[in-house]
């Protein structure tokens, strides 16, 4: 089994500083920073574990902004979404966590229209 990486990059990368600026400023540990923060550390974890954990997005259906090959979602707390793609080599498998967002903003990067 190859070693599995996982980065966080751009946007996703921001709000992962900024929870935890949020949370580290904070002693209550049931604020929805708290909870999304403990969340996504969860989340990645398991991605860490299987780089095939979250839900395979269609390639019809990846955002073109996006320019990845490959888009897996995971749902966190709160309605939010964590995006992520799977790139590897002979040596390692390195997931990069592109977006987290949202469930609104989620709908919107996908397309997605209210009924």
Same mark, same amino acid.
């Given at each position: 089994?190859?070693? +599995?990486?996982?980065?966080?990059?751009?946007? /996703?990368? @921001?709000?992962? @500083?900024?929870?935890?600026?949020? +949370?580290? @400023?904070?002693?209550?540990?049931?604020?929805?920073? /708290?909870?999304?923060?403990? !969340?996504? &550390?969860?989340?990645?974890? *398991?991605?860490?574990?299987?780089?095939?954990?979250?839900?395979?997005?269609?390639?019809?259906?990846?955002? !073109?902004? *996006?320019?990845?090959?490959?888009?897996?979602?995971?749902?966190?707390?709160?309605?939010?979404?964590?995006?992520?793609?799977?790139?590897?080599?002979?040596?390692?498998?390195?997931?990069?966590?592109?977006?987290?967002?949202?469930? &609104?903003?989620?709908?919107? *990067?996908?397309?997605?229209?209210?009924?």
């Amino acid at each position: 089994m190859k070693p +599995v990486r996982v980065v966080l990059i751009g946007q /996703a990368r @921001e709000e992962y @500083e900024r929870l935890n600026i949020i +949370v580290g @400023e904070n002693p209550d540990n049931n604020i929805p920073e /708290a909870q999304l923060f403990r !969340s996504i &550390k969860n989340k990645t974890s *398991l991605i860490k574990q299987n780089p095939f954990y979250g839900d395979n997005i269609k390639k019809r259906s990846i955002p !073109s902004g *996006l320019d990845v090959e490959n888009l897996w979602r995971v749902e966190l707390t709160n309605y939010w979404r964590l995006l992520y793609t799977v790139r590897g080599d002979e040596i390692e498998i390195i997931c990069f966590v592109l977006r987290i967002i949202d469930h &609104k903003t989620y709908d919107s *990067l996908m397309g997605y229209r209210k009924k």
